[in-house]
C-alpha cells in the first residue's frame, strides 16, 4: 500500500484481530525507510536490498527505468517461482517483460485518480492468487499487488480527510479477505501461504514524502 503511515495500523480492525486470534503467526513492525521516499527509489531499495540516492530520485518519472543490479526477484524467478505483479506501472518500468511471469500494469502518475488502480487491484488480485494455489504441488508462487489510492488522497486532501478514512476501510477489507483466504489454503492442504501487507514509505500529514522526516520515513 502505497505511502501506508506507521500510525495507520490501529486503523486497520484485520490487523488488531489477527493479532489477538493468531498471536503466532502474526507480526506487527514498524518499518523505516531510506530516504528519498519515493516510489520507484523505495521499490529499487526493497528488491535490491541497497541504499537508493537522491540522484535516482531524478529518475522519479522516467518510464525506462531497468534495474541491473541482483534483486529477490531476479533471485525467484531464476529458483522458478512464477511471480505475478499488478497494480503501480512502476514495477513495469523496474522489470520489463518478459522479468516477470505475468504482470497487469495500471498507469500510476495521476495523483487525482484515488480509486483506478486500488479497483484494478481488487479486480485482478484474486485471480492471480486463485491462480497461484491452483497450481502443481510443489509449485512456488509470488503474487504482488501495488495500490495507490491512499498516496493519491493523501497528495489530493492530505491524511484527515474522509476520503483517507474510505480508502483504509477499503485496504482493511481486503487484507481481512486476504487473510480468510490464506487460512481456507492451508486448512485444505493446498499449501502454505505468507502473507505480508506493508507500505513502500509514509507522508506528511499534508501528503508529501520524499525526505527524510518521521512521517514520510515511518511506514507499517
Known amino acids: 500500500v502505497d505511502a501506508l503511515r506507521y500510525d495507520f495500523a490501529p486503523f486497520f480492525p484485520a490487523i488488531e484481530r489477527s493479532l489477538r486470534s493468531a498471536p503466532n503467526s502474526t507480526r506487527l513492525f514498524s518499518f523505516v525507510a531510506d530516504a528519498p521516499t519515493t516510489t520507484m527509489q523505495r521499490l529499487k531499495g526493497l528488491t535490491t536490498g541497497g541504499l537508493p540516492t537522491f540522484v535516482d530520485a531524478g529518475r522519479s518519472f522516467d518510464a525506462s527505468i531497468d534495474i541491473q543490479e541482483d534483486t ?22 523496474l522489470f520489463p517483460p518478459p522479468r516477470l511471469t505475468k504482470n497487469l500494469p495500471f498507469p500510476s502518475l495521476n495523483v487525482k485518480d484515488i480509486d483506478g488502480c486500488d479497483d484494478h487491484v481488487l479486480r485482478t488480485f484474486p485471480g492471480l492468487v486463485e491462480e497461484a494455489t491452483s497450481g502443481a504441488k510443489g509449485t512456488k508462487s509470488l503474487v504482488v499487488g501495488h495500490f495507490l489510492g491512499v498516496d493519491h488522497i493523501g497528495h489530493r486532501y492530505g491524511i484527515d480527510h474522509p476520503e483517507m478514512r474510505r480508502k483504509i476501510a477499503q485496504m482493511d477489507e481486503f ?46
Do not use: C, N, P, Y
Not at 522458478?80 to 514495477?91: A, I, L, Q
Open 175 to 220: 487484507l481481512e479477505r486476504m487473510m480468510m483466504r490464506a487460512e481456507q489454503v492451508k486448512r485444505e492442504g493446498e499449501g502454505e501461504v505468507v502473507l505480508l501487507f506493508f507500505g513502500d514509505h509514509g507522508q506528511t500529514t499534508s501528503g508529501d514524502h520524499g525526505g527524510a522526516t518521521k512521517e514520510e520515513v515511518e511506514s507499517l
Open 72 to 93: 529477490w526477484v531476479h533471485q525467484a524467478i531464476s529458483a522458478g517461482v512464477e511471480m505475478s505483479v499488478t497494480g503501480d506501472d512502476t514495477w513495469s518500468s
